[in-house]
């Protein structure tokens, strides 16, 4: 039997071992105890819950029903509630803690410091609620890590929330609550640290100085306004925004310098998580600062875009106000041309043959003044004295030259118009040259303006 307990490995062994501790009963326990290796250990704490629970099937073990022996049954089990084997020490407080029906072993043959241990390391912690103040050193040693539930770090972790939980829904008085709780703000876990700040916050006012400033930095969050859509805000509020981003970093340094400082040495952990979340908070303020920033270029670029485009707007008026002008003086000089053209072929051609055509029109016109004085012999010896023809041909020619002088006087009055033109169609050209600067500016920073909106970054 010593060598069956010692050396079960197969599945074929385990079940000798079972018939074996069922025919041995209470000494089949004390052997597996004294030499068992761990799978009959599992077997024998299983065999220990049948013979507590008094639902063993053959008549053999009905002579372990008595409380006598189930009570020196619980003496024999309850060592193992200090092996280092987590797993199977947590069998044992199963078996001992006996949920299954209604805690008949525990409260009856189990110790009341004992009761809670197992109602503890079984995690049950309803139970151990119930058990009242027996349940606090128990529940205080899981949560400092002198018990440890489960050897996994995370479900450890979980069992030290619960177990604070615990300790919070037992303890009332608030002094006690405050002097029992308290001390944990400087735990090693960051889970159980925060969970305790948690259960404190709603009687901060009873802490000390210092648990209130770490309490303060644990529970430190900071309200960005727009975190979330600074790509939604107009240019009032962003600029409202980065007015505070210096107060909000201020306020940071401000919370989490003070927790340090209150830290005790030996809490390297504590000012580690505070030290991170110093610099977490800091670098979401600077990413806030970031986007708004860019938020604020890009209204800066919007706003290049509207003058640009309002620029542009004020040229194309003043093209067309141009086009318009010169429309007119085109009119106007079309006009000029002509009668430029017409009084130079006037002075080349038109003298002369005018000069020819006034005197031979002399004798015309001294018919013309016969029948009018109604005396040609008159006439006719005014005309032979010469006299009448140089005073003809001189009044034609005169007459000649006074138009063309006429009509050089008015050209010479409008041909300004002409320089006047040149200016305008100067003027268009410099238009023209600005507005398509204007346009490559317009289509730069338009081409800009998604790069920017795609540099704003998510800040959690």
Same mark, same amino acid.
């Given at each position: ?12 062994? /385990?079940?000798?071992?079972? &018939? ?26 299983? +065999? ?10 053959n008549? &053999?073990?009905? #002579? ?10 619980? !003496?024999?089990?309850?060592p +193992?509630?200090n092996i280092?084997? /987590?797993? @199977? ?13 209604? $805690? ?10 004992? #009761? ?14 119930? @058990?009242?103040?027996?349940?606090i050193?128990?529940?205080?040693q ?32 608030v ?8 001390? $944990? ?7 159980? #640290?925060?969970?305790v700040?948690?259960? *404190? =916050? ?5 802490l ?16 960005l306004? $727009? ?32 927790a ?9 952990s504590?000012? !580690?998580f ?7 908070? /800091?670098?979401?303020?600077?990413? $806030?600062?970031? !986007?708004? !920033?860019?938020?604020l270029?890009k +209204? ?20 067309t ?7 007119? *003086? ?31 029109i ?21 005309i ?8 003809? +041909? ?18 010479? #009055?409008?041909?300004?118009l ?26 730069? @920073? ?6 920017i909106?795609? =540099? ?5």
């Open positions: 039997t010593k060598k069956l307990f010692a050396k079960s490995r197969s599945e074929y062994s /385990l079940s000798i071992v079972r &018939q074996v501790l069922r025919k041995l009963g209470m000494r089949g326990i004390r052997l597996a105890i004294e030499y068992g290796d761990r799978a009959t250990l599992v077997e024998m704490v299983n +065999f220990a819950g049948e013979l507590f629970n008094q639902i063993a099937p008549s &053999q073990d009905k #002579r372990y029903k008595d409380n006598a022996t189930r009570q020196r049954l619980a !003496n024999l089990l309850l +193992f509630l280092t084997d /987590l797993d @199977l020490r947590n069998k044992f407080a199963e078996k001992l803690n006996d949920k299954r029906n209604q $805690y008949d072993v525990s409260n009856r043959f189990i110790d009341p410091n004992n #009761r809670a241990k197992v109602a503890v390391i079984d995690t049950d912690w309803n139970r151990a609620i119930s @058990l009242g103040d027996l349940a050193p128990i529940l205080r899981s949560v400092g890590g002198t018990l440890r539930i489960e050897q996994a770090e995370n479900l450890n972790a979980s069992c030290q929330i619960a177990a604070l939980k615990s300790i919070d829904k037992i303890l009332t008085d002094s006690r609550k405050v002097s029992t709780l308290s001390p $944990y703000l400087q735990h090693d876990n960051d889970e159980v #640290r925060l969970e700040a948690n259960l *404190l =916050q709603p009687i901060q006012s009873h000390d100085l210092a648990s209130t400033q770490i309490l303060t930095a644990l529970l430190f969050t900071i309200n306004p $727009y975190n979330s859509n600074v790509n939604s805000l107009d240019k009032s509020t962003v600029e409202s925004c980065l007015r505070n981003v210096e107060n909000h970093k201020q306020n940071i340094r401000d919370v989490f310098e003070k340090t400082s209150v830290c005790a040495n030996n809490s390297i504590t000012r !580690n505070l030290s991170k979340q110093k610099e977490f908070l /800091l670098n979401r303020v600077s990413i $806030y600062s970031s !986007n708004l !920033n860019i938020m270029k +209204f800066t670029t919007e706003f290049d875009i509207q003058k640009i485009c309002e620029k542009i707007d004020r040229n194309h008026s003043l093209k106000k141009y086009s318009k002008q010169l429309k007119n *003086l085109d009119d106007k000089c079309s006009g000029i041309r002509i009668s430029m053209d017409y009084f130079t072929i006037g002075l080349i051609v038109y003298t002369p043959v005018f000069a020819v055509f006034a005197y031979a002399q004798p015309v016109i001294a018919i013309l003044l016969a029948m009018f004085l109604g005396n040609c012999d008159l006439c006719i010896t005014f032979r004295s010469g006299v009448a023809e140089s005073k003809f +041909f001189f009044a034609l020619i005169s007459v000649w030259c006074v138009v063309n002088l006429y009509l050089f006087l008015m050209i010479l #009055r409008d041909s300004n002409i320089s006047q033109q040149s200016s305008i169609w100067e003027q268009i050209r410099k238009v023209d040259a600005e507005v398509n600067s204007l346009q490559w500016k317009k289509d730069e @920073l338009e081409r800009k303006l998604p790069d909106e795609r =540099q704003i970054k998510f800040n959690p």
